[in-house]
Every structure is written in C-alpha cells, then in structure tokens.
C-alpha cells in the first residue's frame, strides 16, 4: 500500500504519522529522531540529504518489538526515501518517474515487522527506517562537500543522487549502537544491480559468506530470486579519498552496487 501512493500524499510527515498509527495498534515503541535531533548528535550524513527538502519533515524512526524473556536482537533497516529527485545531480524523466517508490526498502523493513509480530516472533525486533525526499534546491548537498557521519566517519560527496548511502549511514549507525545479533538492511540501492541483474533477480551483500548459499535457496523457495555479489575488502581501493576517510561513490557507475555495500560496511 505504501508503495504506490503518489508522492504528495505519502511525504516525510505523513509516513511517519502512518507508523506512529501502526505502532499503537501493534504494541510497538516508536521512537522518531528528528531533523535537529540529527544535527545535534552529528548525523551528518542524513542531514546532508533531508537539508535539500522545503519541509523540515524528515526523521530516523525507530519502531520496536519486544517479546518477554528474548535477549538476543535483530535489527531491520530501511531506506525511506519518499521522493528522489536525484538532488543537484538531478535525475532525467524517465529515471525519476517512479522515486515515489524509492521509500521502498523501508516498507519492507516496516512489513517484515508486522508479519514478525503477528507470527509471534520469540526475539526482540528493532526496525530502523531512514525517512526523506531527496530535493533540489537552495540547500541541497553538493559534489565535493565533506559531511561527518553520526560514528565519525568523514565523506567526500561526489553525487548527490547517490543519496540512499548517505541516510543510510547514519541509520546503521544508529542500529549498531544497539549492538544487534543479525542487521536485514533494505533499499532500492542502487541502479548498477538492475543494470547488473535487471529485475528479475535481487541483489544481496552480506559481510558472512557463508551466507550466500542461504539466502539464494531462500530465494529459489519464496520465488523472490536472490544473487550475491562479492564485497571483498579490497574494494575499498576505490573509494580512498585524500580529504576525507571515505568517498560515497566513484565518478563513473562501475560495480558501484559493490562499493555502495563497501562504503556501508563502514557504519557497521
């Protein structure tokens, strides 16, 4: 349902207005950290991207479940980025005719947690969703700035449509504090995997290679293919950066679903 509503309707506010509703009727904690919130505690990285929207609307929110007795956690994360419209580096039509869904990955994050609630679950739960539009205008982030991340990571801008990295930095970041057995992060990121793998497959990274068998069996068996692409450290050559201790992409898009798993690795 979240998916297809148009992007007027579905903005920051009203999204987090909808889980705030969800969450009474599930018995969840919320917890929503706002834009001066972020600044304050230094997320840079979010900041960057929700500075460009009109409306101060953007937020982190954090949703809970907890069940009685569970100690080990797991923690969903979401990129929720309601409208993209690339930012600076502003999209073409066709590329941006369908951002309204961009938000995708956080109403998965948001859909597993019911279905995990409802199913009873026996481990405690937290959902992280990384809420905003990705703007054009006065504000806007902009190649060549250098932000600090809420962990203290610093990066070098090189594109601003490369944003989905960016407010999930910040949001990882966060999850990790809580120090969770088993992190699921979701995101429409990035077009190099459709370009890798068109859409009739997903891409997954994971940091436990023995994981990749898994999770393409698990694939196979739901009909939601799955294919793991490596993320080995050596990646991490092409992001070096002499100005800062990362860069969020490259100029050109080769493998840069690779070095988006890579530069998240850091906030982990």
């Not at 506010?13 to 001066?36: G, T, V």
């Not at 304050?40 to 982190?60: L, N, P, R």
């Not at 980025?81 to 995708?104: A, E, V």
Request: overall charge neutral; glycine content about 8%; hydrophobic content about 40%.
């Amino acid at each position: 349902e979240l998916t297809v509503l148009p992007p007027n309707e579905l903005t920051p506010a009203s999204y987090r207005k909808r889980l705030r509703a969800m969450a009474r009727r599930m018995n969840w904690r919320i917890d929503e950290y706002d834009l001066k919130y972020l600044k304050q505690h230094g997320a840079g990285a979010f900041a960057a991207v929700a500075q460009g929207s009109a409306e101060a609307d953007a937020a982190i929110v954090h949703l809970s479940y907890r069940p009685k007795g569970a100690a080990l956690s797991v923690s969903l994360v979401g990129k929720g980025i309601c409208f993209d419209t690339g930012g600076i580096n502003l999209k073409p039509h066709r590329s941006m005719y369908t951002m309204h869904g961009d938000m995708q990955g956080s109403s998965v994050a948001a859909g597993s947690l019911l279905a995990l609630t409802r199913l009873e679950a026996s481990y405690p739960i937290d959902c992280w969703l990384a809420i905003t539009e990705n703007q054009i205008g006065p504000n806007a982030f902009r190649p060549q700035e250098i932000v600090r991340a809420l962990n203290g990571v610093t990066i070098q801008v090189v594109h601003s449509d490369a944003e989905g990295r960016m407010v999930l930095a910040d949001t990882l970041a966060l999850a990790s504090r809580e120090k969770p057995r088993f992190v699921l992060d979701f995101a429409t990121l990035t077009g190099a995997c459709v370009n890798a793998l068109t859409d009739r497959y997903a891409g997954a990274f994971t940091n436990r290679t023995g994981l990749h068998d898994w999770l393409q069996q698990i694939g196979r068996h739901s009909g939601e293919r799955v294919w793991c692409f490596p993320m080995d450290e050596d990646f991490d050559l092409e992001l070096e950066c002499p100005g800062a201790d990362v860069l969020q992409c490259t100029l050109d898009s080769k493998g840069d679903h690779i070095l988006a798993s890579r530069f998240l690795s850091k906030f982990v």
